[in-house]
């Protein structure tokens, strides 16, 4: 009963932290959804989906006695140094294709292996946890236990990616506590004087990474869906208005669902003379969950502008400058 409470009190909160944030909400189209993907395999292939549903409470869809795809819900670490695999370390990633067979099953494709891997669900309970170390947004480290899926998939694993390190995790989310992704970074910070050393739960505040093509397409003009698909594994493929304008926004709405940027760019920051590399690293960009909802493709991007009365508001609170 306990438990149902603080996940009441937690929903009650955010709701009301949603409304001190955007008291008068005013969106503006910019745009609409592409693409939306799953990423059963974290760095795997793009499993393209029509509908996907965005939520901060990851549990509400993970239960090892129900398959169902989502996101991240396996990952390849090397056993050594215990750190999850992607592309930039392994581009053989994106062979790995995850198909449900039945409420308990799921097969493991490799382009590279003539079998294919057969899982059986139930017994992945029984394994052993570990915990693996991974990044976000290419700054913070993040944290996750996974289940260990076993020998016999290590050592198909290994021969498909041709390294003899590897192992393959099932992710079984822990309840995420309804905190925004910054409150949880100054929390953590407060306890450590150098941010090396924060480490987080990646699971605390789900982030997802939403790409424009608009952007993609002026940093290189040729560049296809696919290879967007292929270099940067986003959730969410959007149109914009202009390039690189989707950094400076910091709310965005699809459907139901609300994202906020979890680092927007100031808004005198021109991408347009930066180098050709450095547009390339920061395609990507990364948003919290903030509020859950469906997107679809073809649904409208909406941005948020603040009203009169929102800047009204703010110049309210500055300081008298004499």
């Known amino acids: 009963m306990s438990g149902f409470y603080n996940r009441f009190l937690d929903?009650?909160?955010r709701d009301i932290m949603l409304k001190v944030e955007l008291p008068n909400p005013n969106w503006i189209k910019n745009g609409h959804v592409l693409n939306t993907y799953k990423h059963p395999v974290m760095w795997g292939a793009s499993r393209y989906v029509q509908s996907n549903k965005y939520s901060r409470d990851v549990c509400e869809e993970s239960n090892l006695r129900k398959m169902k795809l989502r996101n991240s819900m396996f990952v390849v670490y090397?056993?050594?140094n215990m750190c999850v695999q992607n592309y930039t370390n392994n581009s053989e990633l994106s062979k790995l294709e995850v198909i449900p067979i039945d409420s308990n099953m799921v097969v493991i494709k490799c382009e590279s292996m003539p079998k294919d891997l057969l899982l059986d669900m139930r017994y992945l309970y029984f394994n052993?946890?570990?915990?693996?170390?991974?990044?976000?947004?290419?700054?913070?480290?993040?944290s996750e236990t996974v289940i260990d899926c076993g020998n016999n998939a290590a050592s198909w694993l290994c021969r498909g990616l041709n390294n003899g390190r590897l192992r393959l995790g099932f992710c079984f989310p822990e309840k995420n506590k309804e905190v925004t992704f910054w409150e949880n970074y100054k929390k953590l910070s407060e306890r450590y004087s150098d941010e090396r050393d924060i480490l987080m739960n990646r699971w605390e505040a789900p982030i997802i990474n939403i790409i424009s093509v608009k952007s993609a397409g002026s940093v290189k003009c040729d560049l296809d869906r696919a290879e967007i698909e292929k270099n940067f594994h986003p959730d969410i493929i959007i149109t914009s208005d202009k390039p690189f304008e989707e950094h400076k926004w910091k709310w965005m709405r699809i459907g139901k669902a609300v994202f906020r940027n979890i680092r927007p760019l100031p808004k005198n920051v021109d991408m347009n003379d930066m180098p050709v590399e450095m547009k390339w690293e920061m395609l990507p960009t990364y948003w919290e969950i903030f509020s859950p909802g469906n997107v679809e493709v073809n649904l409208n991007i909406?941005?948020?502008?603040?009203?009169k009365r929102d800047i009204d508001s703010m110049l309210?609170?500055?300081?008298?400058?004499k």
């Open 302 to 307: 909406l941005v948020h502008h603040p009203s």
């Open 128 to 142: 052993v946890k570990v915990k693996c170390y991974t990044t976000l947004c290419n700054k913070f480290v993040t």
């Open 78 to 80: 090397d056993e050594d």
């Open 316 to 321: 309210e609170q500055l300081p008298n400058l």
């Open 11 to 13: 929903r009650y909160r």
